[in-house]
């Protein structure tokens, strides 16, 4: 018999405590800034210089930042589960904390692509670079000659790796949510996709904005929350 799947779900919670802040921190680089001018499509093809130097500085954020024992506990779970992350976070903490599969749905800090997507006949985009913690420029392109964009999905852009995250849902024995709101869809939705009777596991300092009665709410930061998650498997 095969080890069990457990789907964790994550958002800004889990990376708070590495430091790395979000647009819905506050005190965070995202407070210089509107969400519209620097998270949407919109806001790029307005003024591609100010998002290009947005990301450039929270990329050098990130290179400062560390994952937490939260992502190690995370990273962990594979010891003895079939473990896939999908995250709403852009930063590469899940990977550096040692989780080896991880969906990124909002896209990754650490990459770039052309503004104008390039494709291969299976539909999957070409031409992601990844450059670490680098800046990058106006004038910055592609091997196809096309201006570098952040490989972020922009407000106003679809999801392309949401029914991929469906999937892993759907499978999964067990759906751990550490440190989400619950309030950015489609990822909010994606409980909703777990089988009948698997157990749900929300960890968040918050209330729990939904009603489901597979839910047990972990009432505490991501690093606790996850020491107790991890006691409730035990017993």
């Known amino acids: 018999m095969g080890k069990k799947k457990i789907a964790v779900l994550t958002g800004a ?11 819905r921190d506050s005190g965070g680089l ?16 307005r003024n591609r210089k100010l998002v290009l130097d947005f990301y450039n500085g929270l990329r050098e954020q990130l290179r400062q930042a560390k994952p937490n024992a939260a992502h190690e506990a995370i990273a962990g779970l594979e010891k003895d589960y079939d473990v896939t992350v ?17 969906i990124h749905l909002h896209g990754e800090l650490t990459k770039v692509r052309p503004e104008h997507g390039v ?26 000659g096309v201006q570098l964009r952040p490989h972020i999905v922009f407000f106003g852009e679809a ?19 550490v440190g989400s709101s619950l309030q950015v869809y489609p990822a909010a939705g994606l409980y909703r996709y777990a089988g009948n009777g698997v157990p ?36």
């Open 13 to 23: 919670g889990v990376s708070a405590e590495s430091g790395f802040q979000t647009f």
């Open 30 to 45: 995202w407070e210089q800034y509107d969400v519209n001018d620097v998270a949407s499509i919109e806001g790029w093809y």
């Open 86 to 102: 999908i995250t709403q976070n852009v930063d590469n903490l899940h990977e550096r904390a040692g989780s080896t599969r991880v």
């Open 119 to 144: 494709y291969d006949n299976t539909g999957s985009e070409r031409e992601v670079i990844d450059i670490g913690y680098d800046k990058v420029v106006l004038g910055d392109k592609s091997p196809s």
């Open 159 to 177: 999801v392309p790796k949401i029914e991929q995250a469906i999937d892993v849902v759907a499978a999964a024995d067990i759906l751990l949510i």
């Open 200 to 235: 749900i596991y929300v960890i968040d300092p918050k209330s729990v904005p939904i009603a489901d009665s597979r839910i047990t709410h972990i009432a505490d930061v991501a690093t606790r929350g996850m020491q107790k998650f991890i006691e409730l498997l035990k017993g």
